[in-house]
């Protein structure tokens, strides 16, 4: 997600039945942004490139080969 992308959703708080009547900050709305992008551009939030998708399904895989499970199953 985009900086521009993280102003939008860090404006639509003064956009809420709960926060209508307040008068928006554009320097709190910009930092709100800022938090929000840090968040957003971690791989681990959906982000993540081809490369570090297949790193970390080799991870997953490791010497259980397909056999892995990220819940309690048995394991056949």
């Not at 009547?21 to 681990?44: G, R, S, V």
């Not at 490791?62 to 990220?70: A, D, F, I, M, V």
Request: hydrophobic share 40%.
């Amino acid at each position: 997600m985009s900086i521009e992308n993280c102003r939008m959703k860090a404006a639509q708080a003064w956009y809420r039945p709960t926060t209508e009547h307040l008068a928006m900050i554009p320097e709190l709305a910009e930092e709100f942004a800022k938090i929000l992008n840090e968040i957003w551009e971690q791989a681990w939030l959906g982000n993540a490139t081809t490369e570090e998708l297949i790193d970390e399904i080799k991870a997953r895989i490791g010497e259980n080969g397909l056999k892995h499970r990220t819940v309690d199953e048995e394991v056949e």
